[in-house]
């Protein structure tokens, strides 16, 4: 009952004037990134890192994830109404919720991703409360060994999962890790791969990175097609009928049990949770036809599914430091930014700081309900915002937004350039979010890995002789293999490939 | 087939910088484990990465954009150069407003563009020059 103490405490923190204040910031930027159809949560938290600069770490976090949970919510609106998904998250929705709004339910599919979003995403954030104390206590006993063996799994899982072949996905992997040896390397003072530039040797800023990657890349993707908006369905009447609300609830407690499972797999994306929450949902109808015409389990599931995994993302990130999806690791890149160790250790040395960011995860959930039962109307009308309007505005703020870290025109080059790389990335499914994944984790890596080595006596097999790693390891091996199979015998699935965000 | 090329050019180069560095330190391994290491995997990885875009026929060449799509990814490209040199030259005010107006002027009329343009930028120059308290770079005429 410890947890409930300290969560009390951090309620403390989140409600204090400020914090409430980038909470509602934060969701309010989230919803509208998920509203809109050219920019998704990575490109959206990225983007906005440098705003948080200037301000302490727990209301940096605080805003940082309410875009993330944010745009969940949000992500849904356009889908139901004009058919477009506002993120990948969403797309499954379109299909029964575009449905429901062509028969004039749109009100009520809005209103049923509303509720079920508020009951995935309150469990999920319930799961952080109790599990994470537990789960941090059991992960300090990890050493060097166990650490490197996790980041392991954990990047072979995101190999495995996403995109198209898995020599791309390990291709990706590398070329992040390289990039993260850029610099001063901290252990030996050895200067690697800085061509002689000076702005190199403390290796490339994350942020630049990553905006680069994530947002640059988007833009430039989206000034390829014309983008154009369908007129809004009009929204009646929020609340199922009555004989609906048993398949309804039954529908989101199912997808909150399983977006809040997968969200603790590192490299299963929140798309993962709704796709998969769809396809239960239709196994377990007792008429599976309805699926595809409006049936109402088929916005309820997924998108309960896709908030309870952002919330379930979360544990991993908090008791283990190890992100699950590609904007958990640019929030991840956000707390190394802000002085925070993401890992075990955080429960214990900055207690303020992670109650106080859950706290807020709950209060965030609760305006986004209000925000979309009674204000969903005025969500559709931003929608409606012209991409040409916005797409200029994106790119200066995210100009003026890197060269604000450190004043300096150097970081914008290097965005641009990054920009670019992730641009031909997207285009050559090579997954961008493994190269982000290995960069952040990459210092954390080699330490290990060489900490590891070091204290061993018989080199590599260190990994394998203490239980826990061992485990891990040879867990990782078996996924890598089957992923590897599979990908010869082409029996990946498409779905996955097409919505890496 | 070209990306695995050059990804294949790109390991090498990061393999032969990475022979410079020790591989093995004063306790274990050196600064050069890692580096030899992945970029090594990486040149193997490549390779296959080759194998399989020649085999599979329907590869990149369908997947990049042509005609008026791949003009508008090069305009915003050579848009966002352009802005990143005439910065420190014209400043942020008149860089910025240039580089608004340019994007937008394909696609509304020239007088909202120019109005919009200068309305952002200066609410841009505001927000971070004033409050978040950013040198945003000058021209040499201080402006």
Same mark, same amino acid.
């Given at each position: ?87 990948? +998250? ?48 059991? +992960? ?92 809004? /369905? ?89 992100? /699950? ?19 075990? +250790? ?33 969500? +559709? ?121 | ?143």
């Amino acid at each position: 009952m410890d947890s409930i103490a300290l969560l009390l405490g951090g309620f403390e923190h989140a409600l204090t004037l400020w914090n409430l204040l980038y909470c509602l910031i934060g969701v309010s930027i989230g919803m509208f990134v998920g509203v809109l159809p050219g920019l998704g949560p990575v490109a959206g938290t990225a983007l906005l890192i440098p705003l948080t600069f200037g301000m302490e770490p727990t209301s940096a976090i605080i805003m940082l994830s309410g875009i993330f949970y944010g745009s969940m919510y949000g992500g849904t609106i356009t889908s139901v109404l004009i058919n477009t998904p506002g993120e990948s +998250a969403s797309v499954i929705t379109c299909i029964d919720g575009y449905q429901m709004a062509k028969q004039g339910r749109a009100g009520t599919a809005l209103g049923v991703s509303a509720i079920g979003s508020f009951i995935g995403g309150v469990t999920a954030i319930l799961g952080l409360t109790f599990l994470g104390p537990p789960l941090a206590e059991f +992960a300090l006993k990890f050493g060097p060994p166990e650490y490197f063996s996790l980041l392991l799994l954990g990047l072979i899982m995101l190999v495995g999962l996403m995109g198209k072949s898995v020599i791309r996905g390990l291709i990706a992997a590398c070329f992040g890790l390289m990039l993260s040896l850029i610099g001063m390397d901290p252990v030996s003072g050895a200067i690697r791969f800085t061509f002689g530039q000076m702005e190199l040797l403390e290796g490339l800023d994350f942020v630049v990175v990553a905006m680069g990657l994530f947002g640059i890349s988007e833009i430039l993707l989206n000034a390829e097609k014309h983008m154009k908006m369908e007129k809004p /369905s009009t929204i009646q009447g929020l609340l199922p009928e009555r004989h609906e609300w048993k398949p309804t609830l039954s529908a989101i407690g199912r997808g909150t049990g399983l977006g809040f499972l997968i969200g603790l797999i590192p490299g299963a994306n929140s798309v993962i949770a709704s796709i998969l929450s769809y396809s239960l949902e239709k196994k377990v109808a007792k008429d599976p036809s309805r699926f595809g015409k409006g049936a109402i389990e088929g916005v309820a599931g997924p998108e309960t599914a896709n908030n309870a995994h952002s919330g379930a993302a979360m544990i991993p990130l908090f008791t283990l430091g190890i992100p /699950s999806s590609p904007t958990v690791a640019v929030i991840l890149g956000a707390f190394i930014m802000h002085g925070l160790t993401p890992g075990p +250790a955080l429960f214990q040395n900055n207690p303020d700081f992670v109650w106080g960011v859950i706290a807020s995860m709950f209060v965030g959930n609760l305006i986004l309900l209000i925000f979309n039962l009674p204000l969903a109307r005025v969500w +559709a009308k931003i929608a409606m915002v012209p991409y040409e309007i916005l797409f200029p505005l994106i790119l200066i703020l995210s100009v003026v937004g890197v060269y604000s870290i450190n004043s300096s025109l150097w970081d914008v080059g290097m965005m641009i350039l990054f920009g670019g790389i992730g641009y031909l990335m997207k285009k050559l499914d090579l997954p961008i979010a493994a190269t982000v994944l290995t960069f952040v984790l990459g210092a954390q890596i080699e330490s290990t890995l060489l900490q590891s080595l070091a204290t061993s006596q018989n080199g590599l097999l260190i990994f394998f002789e203490r239980p826990i790693s061992g485990v891990l390891l040879t867990l990782g091996c078996v996924i890598l293999v089957f992923s590897l199979i599979s990908g010869i015998k082409k029996r990946r699935s498409t779905l996955i490939n097409d919505f890496e965000l | 087939m070209w990306a695995g090329i050059g990804v294949s050019l790109f390991s090498l180069t990061f393999l032969l910088l990475s022979l410079e560095f020790s591989y093995t330190g004063p306790a274990g391994p050196g600064p050069g484990f890692m580096p030899i290491w992945i970029s090594g995997i990486m040149l193997v990885l490549s390779l296959f990465y080759i194998l399989e875009s020649a085999r599979d026929k329907d590869g990149t060449g369908e997947l990049m954009p042509r005609g008026a799509a791949l003009k508008s990814v090069f305009f915003v490209l050579v848009c966002l150069v352009l802005y990143l040199i005439l910065m420190p030259i014209l400043g942020f005010i008149a860089a910025s407003v240039l580089f608004l107006f340019t994007l937008f002027v394909r696609h509304y009329k020239w007088h909202t563009s120019i109005g919009v343009a200068v309305v952002v930028t200066f609410l841009l120059f505001w927000l971070f020059g004033s409050v978040l308290n950013v040198d945003l770079p000058e021209s040499t005429f201080g402006w």
